[in-house]
């Protein structure tokens, strides 16, 4: 006889925990379900772990390049072991308080085990049948493997492996051109390795401008780092102590070879084992089928988070479980929110960016006006030196409206930078009511004012109705008047 439940959840990461804690508080019955160990890939195999390696290099990198400020450091050395165990202890803090956190839910009961659907509403968990009025999947991703010939047996290492290695490899070889591959491709840089980022698209972060990918191209081939970019991968080899990736490049071959070979070329939703067909879950491809409910093809079963193949992001993975919660327990459905989606790339410098590219804009017929400023004008950026002259800010406005729809950022602490404008135009904020906004000088965050101003000046200009008279770098009260709140119209 099966044991019944309100809510079901599978999974218990970023998308679990959160559908969990949503769906208790609101007093349902919950069973949340994980095969273990406890945490989540952000916690244990991606977010954090990441992190903590790349402040590492971070300090790594500035201390090595000290001279540019004056200070001279001699004889750096790089204790890897203790880079990796400084991220292993915090990993286990950070794993340690989630479990706390799952254990201290109400009305929520921990199964640990594999889940497998035995029926549209019936699942198994071992030895155990358990039933749930609605089912959350939130069981995450695994790593994507292209089927490149001869890899298995060449060997590779995954993010998995890459995360917790030993010692650095004297060369590595990199396969891919995304967030994965670009941020511990530059880690590794940095710990010492001789790394080559092989990509088959002709940019890094295809998804982003090509102004955007160039620029930080720029930054990693100044670092020491190959690019092989428009590289397909022919097939893949082992000689002696050596891993030999065969490419085609224009037309022609050629070989890159290195000690290791690390697969970075994305995420997969992981689905394998559920048996969804005896759930009645219907696929598009590799991908659950989903609406704006969050529920699936059985609207009884919602999926949130990497299961879903969306987005990959964590931040998106617990809005997702928060509202299949909300959906699954509630009497009103509420659609998901997706047009403010904000996500970030942490290498040095970091890519940040939310809202529609420039690009999406042609491609959708969206007439906008453009504006960018270097980091390299900044006085702020000036002062800090180094890598913090890399790259820009994009502004992206809707010419007859004068809306911000979306906004761009490569340089320093571009990810923490984008969160004004993820605000704005979660807001549905336009150029006018922004320029309103006082920013400290000298600071990283003034420099969203500089392209701004481009662009009210082109919309007034355009004869647009907006009267604005303050503008960047203005002291005191006598340097600004009151803005007209009017939103932008053509005549």
Known sequence: ???????????????????????????????????????????????????ALL???????????????????????IDFQAVMARKNRLIKGFADYRIHQIRELPNTELIMGHA???????????????????????????????????????????????LNLPAPPRSMLVIGGGVIAVELGQFFSRMGAEVTLVEVAPHLLPREDVDVSEALEEALEREGIRLALGHGIVRAERRGDQKILVVRHEGRESELSAQEIF?????????QGLDLAKAEVAMDGRRIRVNEFMQTSNPRIYVAGDAWGQAFLVHMAIAEGELAARNAVGRAFEPLDDRVVPHAVFTDPNVARVGPTEHDCKLQGVDVLVATYPF??????????????SGFVKLIVESHTGMILGAQAVGPEASDLIHEMVAVISLRGTIEQFMKIPHIHPTLAEIWTYPAEEIMEILQERSLRARVTFMPGGYGPDEAEQCSESAYRLE
């Open 376 to 389: 390299a004008d900044l006085g702020k950026a000036e002062v800090m030196g180094g890598t913090a002259l």
């Open 55 to 77: 402040r590492s290099a971070e300090v790594a990198h500035l201390v090595s390049a000290s001279r540019l400020w004056g200070v001279e450091a001699r004889d750096v050395q």
């Open 263 to 271: 697969v970075a070329t994305g995420r997969v939703p992981n689905l």
């Open 1 to 51: 006889m099966s044991d019944r439940f309100d809510v079901v959840v599978i999974g218990a990461g970023s998308a679990g925990f959160a559908a969990a804690r949503t769906a208790a508080t609101k007093g349902a019955k919950v069973a949340l379900v994980d095969k273990g160990p406890l945490g989540g890939l952000c916690i244990l195999w991606g977010c954090m772990p990441s992190k």
């Open 116 to 162: 497998r659907f035995v029926g549209p509403e019936r699942l198994l968990v071992g030895d155990r049948e358990i039933t749930g009025e609605h089912i959350i999947i939130a069981t995450g991703s695994v790593p994507s493997i292209p089927p490149i010939p001869g890899l298995e047996d060449a060997g590779y290492i995954r993010s998995d492996e890459a």
